[in-house]
């Protein structure tokens, strides 16, 4: 009879943490589940078994955007375009080898990890993004997606089921970052539900957030850095102190302050106001990030934690490959966990990142690391 003893495990490593004992591996054996986090305070070790074997040969692509819904479920937004020839085989006619077949799209995963829902791509009456970019669920259910392809221009949103509700936005227009009928490679949205607004971190093409009725699609408002009104002047990168927000504006958060939290990914920085456009103070992490090939900046997305005061942040640093772990109230990074590589609990451009009602951390990557994480807090 086959033993998991996995559970096992994860029980044994919190109670070393939560005491603060070192854990010792033979030279042979490596760790089953990394600790890490801040000396202290929340840590965590990844959970390598999560999520479950996916059915019907599917495999993901760039996982662009991850969420968690009011039922702690995990849904994300994958681009399976991006899988390559030799890991589409079974796609072929004939096929060429056993593996794979892309997955659809967008996919719902339970606590566990077994896959739940899943639907998406091209259909009637809407215009399914070129390159899946970010993923928001809201307390109604309702799933919202966009796309940062060079002639993505707007944001769409599903029932869980997969039923097209609205449309904000035409592809392929020209447009810049006063247009308010259309987007410029919007990246990520969040919604205040009380308002019926939905922000939207825009973007790849644009340097604003730009804000709609969540039910209607009807334009509100929009600003650039600092509440300014945004310019689209070819600005370089890395600027802590750009008057503008650089490409791409990745991330848009509301937090239990009630105020908006905007990553400016390539500039190192967030911005943080009030839901009317008005300025309120700004937190540089690791300034002096420059870029790589397949990634730019320190600031890529975040979350607050899980407690009644969202006493930090947690960062997505798909540059340096971390989460940063930020004092909400001062924006002082205060530690970190995760690092450079493909092993469980490392990050290859670390891209998005969620967290559910009992502090445990979900992770998405790109390029060609193409997968998702769970993080358990043990502490």
């Not at 890490?36 to 999560?50: H, K, Q």
């Not at 996916?54 to 994300?76: C, E, F, M, R, Y």
């Not at 449309?167 to 990246?187: C, E, K, M």
């Not at 942040?313 to 450079?340: P, W, Y």
């Amino acid at each position: 009879m086959k033993i998991n003893v996995y559970p096992i495990y994860l029980q044994i490593i919190a109670c070393f943490a939560l005491f603060q004992i070192p854990i010792s591996y033979g030279a042979d054996a490596p760790s089953p589940a990394r600790v890490e986090g801040l000396s202290g305070g929340p840590a965590y070790s990844v959970d390598p078994f999560w999520p479950k074997p996916l059915p019907n040969n599917w495999l993901l692509g760039q996982v662009s955007g991850i969420a968690t819904d009011k039922n702690d479920h995990i849904w994300i937004i994958h681009r399976p375009r991006t899988l390559t020839p030799d890991e589409l085989g079974a796609s072929t006619n004939p096929p060429i080898s056993k593996c794979c077949v892309a997955a659809p799209p967008v996919m719902e995963f339970d606590q566990a990890g077994n896959l739940l829902r899943y639907w998406g791509g091209p259909g009637e009456g809407f215009n399914w993004p070129k390159n899946e970019h970010g993923i928001y669920v809201d307390q109604k259910q309702n799933v919202w997606i966009a796309g940062n392809d060079k002639e993505d221009r707007m944001i769409l949103k599903f029932s869980p089921e997969g039923k097209f509700l609205l449309q904000i936005g035409t592809p392929g227009v020209t447009q810049n970052s006063n247009d308010t009928a259309n987007l410029g490679r919007p990246a990520h949205m969040v919604i205040d539900e009380e308002a019926e607004e939905i922000f939207v971190a825009d973007g790849y093409a644009n340097r604003r957030v730009i804000v709609f009725n969540s039910t209607t699609g009807i334009y509100k408002r929009h600003w650039g850095a600092f509440g300014n009104k945004p310019e689209d002047l070819d600005l370089p990168k890395y600027e802590t102190l750009a008057k503008q927000f650089s490409n791409p504006v990745h991330c848009a958060r509301i937090l239990i302050d009630g105020l908006l939290y905007i990553c400016d990914r390539s500039n190192n920085r967030i911005h943080v106001f009030t839901k009317d456009g008005k300025f309120v103070r700004q937190i540089t992490l690791d300034g002096q990030t420059k870029g790589a090939p397949t990634g730019t900046g320190s600031v890529y997305d975040l979350v607050g934690s899980e407690d009644k005061g969202q006493k930090y942040l947690f960062v997505a640093d798909g540059t340096n490959n971390e989460v940063k772990i930020v004092l909400r109230e001062t924006g002082e990074k205060v530690g970190s966990f995760g690092r450079s590589g493909r092993m469980a609990g490392d990050f290859h451009l670390l891209h998005n990142i969620a967290i559910d009602s009992k502090g445990n951390i979900f992770t998405s990557e790109v390029d060609n690391a193409k997968r998702i994480q769970k993080f358990i807090k043990i502490r």
